[in-house]
């Protein structure tokens, strides 16, 4: 099946830790994003990357970092996660930039 | 800042067509308006989107007004599992990112 894969489904860390998110897709888009959503808000973009090892900073990019080596591989780190109520980080693609975005199933980050 | 206004909330019987209305009075003539919609904790599903005429596919219909300052989103037979947050989004093709504001939360009741 084609799809963003977003693994694991929930993540722990302590404050201060570093953690990655992974972000994989196998629909052969050229453009991936990465979206944070907290607790009964709307989705917020952090990074998006039009093309391999390319990436530019979305609206809430301090704190965090992207790198696109592969077409089909967007990780995101964390730097130095914060104690904050339990954020969902969603990943998305597209065919191009700002075309129909798909999007992962999530991965719920909590900082213990 | 999302450019569209929707209201939090909505009810809708099952079986019984859902309205999810749309109001985007500053939407400029090369801006789409596109409809997501997100079940809880799971990341946001495409629904539709469209520029200027009425638009239909299998999960549902857009009816945009033709000034273009509101449109609305038909699911025709709602069922239990369209029970969900719907996303309103307005933006140009190229040039704009998506911005999700807060969504109106469609409960389909038994």
């Known amino acids: 099946d084609g799809g963003i894969t977003q693994s694991p489904k929930y993540l722990f860390r302590k404050e201060g830790q570093n953690v990655t998110l992974s972000c994989e897709q196998n629909?052969?888009?050229?453009?991936m994003y990465w979206y944070r959503q907290d607790p009964g808000q709307g989705l917020r973009l952090i990074y998006y990357?039009?093309?391999?090892?390319?990436?530019q900073k979305g609206d809430i990019a301090e704190g965090y970092s992207v790198s696109r080596e592969k077409k089909e591989s967007f990780p995101l780190t964390v730097t130095s996660a914060k104690k904050n109520p339990p954020a969902f980080y969603l990943c998305?693609?597209?065919?191009?930039?700002?075309?129909?975005?798909?999007f992962g199933p999530g991965t719920r980050l909590l900082v213990l | 800042d999302a450019k569209t206004t929707q209201p939090p909330s909505m009810d809708c019987a099952e079986g019984r067509a859902a309205n999810l209305p749309c109001n985007h009075s500053t939407i400029s003539g090369n801006e789409y308006v596109y409809w997501y919609r997100q079940i809880h904790s799971q990341g946001p599903q495409y629904i539709i989107h469209g520029l200027k005429n009425n638009e239909t596919n299998e999960m549902a219909s857009l009816i945009i007004t033709e000034d273009r300052k509101s449109s609305t989103l038909i699911l025709p037979h709602a069922t239990l599992r369209d029970t969900a947050v719907y996303y309103c989004i307005v933006r140009v093709a190229y040039g704009q990112n998506f911005v999700f504001g807060p969504g109106t939360r469609l409960s389909v009741l038994p």
């Open positions: 990357s039009q093309i391999v090892n390319d990436f």
């Open positions: 629909l052969n888009h050229d453009a």
């Open positions: 998305a693609s597209s065919t191009g930039n700002q075309e129909t975005q798909y």
